[in-house]
């Protein structure tokens, strides 16, 4: 019994002595497989970094980026009078350049174009403001009286077309106007009512404002170099952005003042010279609606043609006339104006247009309305100028 022991003991120890080298042969091929795949893994997040980020400069650049994002987001409320002050600065400093070029020294070149500034502000202020009040609240008071000749034109829609549109849904179509409109009633009263702080809020930034861009404006330099000591040293791909973001964003931005101003002054040359009820208000309303590409135009048509149509009605020629001047307004800010003050700047695809409206309008309301297509162009400047693997520079 104790040999046969022995021999199945032994049988048993030559098993697993037999059993040692497959055993050790598995281990060896799974730990070879989990080192490559590790490895190709390493590799795939390497090479997805290196595209993303090929060099150090552009590390540092997605790191200035990303906090300037989170800044302006999270400090928008707090210092919107600066960003504002900086943003006007920046428009200026265009016109100090030039007259620098000219030959005149920065000061007071300086003092030159922040006094025109200053001048326009007060234009805006004590002319522009009141008149367009007026207006506007003129139009408020007449708008029952609009809403019953528009009533009484669509319910005469039935007599003329019966098989097409039935008298009841003419009235619940009326009703559901009728509650949008006191809906949009009680919410401007709510704002009125909250208007004390609005009033406190525009004294604040009408002194900090144009006192903060007068000092951005006389000691740019100086700013700018305390500015650069917290950047990194090697900051050529900064700068080269910043360069081609300045030549998009600059030319893209004084561009659309001036189509805003000649479309208002055009307009209400217009308006006045044909009698246009509220001719001033639908000016700045046609001025104003340039800033949001596709949708403003739209919607500055029901105001201008809504107003014609109440004061002169269908049958007359002078509805038609506004009609027409209108036309030829939109026609000649899209075929003339728009080549002529943007023949330089990035030309965004409409998909992109209306994506960055409904971006940075969800993220900061009605000013990331208003800077939606000059962030829009920044970030395409950034992804232009952004280095690829295949740079010689790199």
């Known amino acids: 019994m104790n040999r046969v022991y022995e021999k199945h003991l032994a049988c048993k120890n030559g098993i697993a002595c037999r059993m040692l080298p497959i055993k050790t042969t598995i281990k060896t091929i799974l730990l070879l497989m989990t080192t490559q795949t590790h490895s190709s893994n390493l590799r795939f997040f390497s090479d997805s970094f290196k595209r993303f980020l090929p060099n150090s400069q552009a590390v540092s650049l997605a790191i200035i980026l990303i906090v300037s994002f989170v800044l302006i987001y999270s400090l928008s409320g707090i210092l919107m009078p600066v960003f504002a002050?900086?943003?006007l600065a920046y428009?200026?400093?265009g016109l100090v350049g030039k007259s620098e070029n000219l030959g005149m020294p920065r000061l007071p070149a300086v003092y030159l174009v922040f006094s025109g500034?200053?001048?326009?502000?007060?234009?805006?202020?004590?002319?522009?403001?009141?008149?367009i009040s007026q207006q506007a609240v003129e139009l408020i008071q007449h708008i029952p009286e609009i809403i019953g000749r528009a009533q009484t034109g669509i319910m005469r829609l039935p007599e003329m077309y019966p098989k097409l549109i039935s008298e009841s849904k003419i009235q619940q179509m009326i009703f559901a106007v009728q509650q949008e409109l006191l809906t949009y009633g009680q919410n401007v009263l709510s704002l009125s009512a909250a208007s004390v702080v609005g009033i406190v809020s525009a004294l604040i930034y009408l002194f900090l404002?144009?006192?903060?861009?007068?000092?951005?404006?006389?000691?740019?330099?100086?700013?700018?170099?305390?500015?650069?000591?917290?950047?990194?040293?090697?900051?050529?791909?900064?700068?080269?952005?910043?360069?081609?973001?300045?030549?998009?964003?600059?030319?893209?931005?004084?561009?659309?003042?001036?189509?805003?101003?000649?479309?208002?002054?055009?307009?209400y040359v217009t308006f006045a010279t044909m009698d246009l009820n509220y001719a001033m208000l639908l000016a700045v309303l046609m001025g104003v609606q340039v800033i949001i590409p596709y949708i403003g135009a739209t919607l500055v048509t029901f105001p201008v043609l809504g107003v014609a149509y109440f004061q002169w009605g269908l049958s007359g020629d002078d509805f038609m006339y506004i009609v027409v001047a209108y036309s030829i307004i939109q026609a000649l800010d899209g075929v003339v104006l728009v080549p002529v003050l943007f023949s330089e700047a990035v030309n965004l695809h409409a998909v992109a247009i209306i994506?960055?409206?409904?971006?940075?309008?969800?993220?900061?309301?009605?000013?990331?309305?208003?800077?939606?297509?000059?962030?829009?162009?920044?970030v395409k400047a950034v992804l232009t100028a952004w280095p690829r693997l295949g740079d010689k520079d790199i």
């Not at 001048?119 to 009141?130: H, S």
């Not at 900064?238 to 002054?265: C, H, M, P, S």
Request: aromatic residues 22%; contains cysteine; charged residues 10%.
């Open 117 to 131: 500034f200053m001048a326009c502000l007060g234009f805006l202020l004590f002319y522009l403001m009141p008149l």
């Open 209 to 267: 404002v144009p006192m903060m861009v007068f000092f951005f404006l006389k000691d740019k330099a100086s700013l700018i170099s305390w500015f650069l000591q917290f950047m990194p040293q090697n900051r050529n791909l900064t700068v080269r952005v910043w360069e081609e973001v300045d030549i998009q964003l600059g030319n893209y931005v004084r561009g659309k003042f001036a189509e805003i101003f000649i479309l208002w002054f055009v307009s």
């Open 91 to 93: 428009l200026l400093e």
């Open 355 to 378: 994506v960055a409206i409904l971006f940075f309008g969800g993220l900061w309301g009605f000013w990331g309305v208003f800077f939606a297509i000059p962030l829009a162009t920044v």
């Open 85 to 87: 002050s900086i943003v």
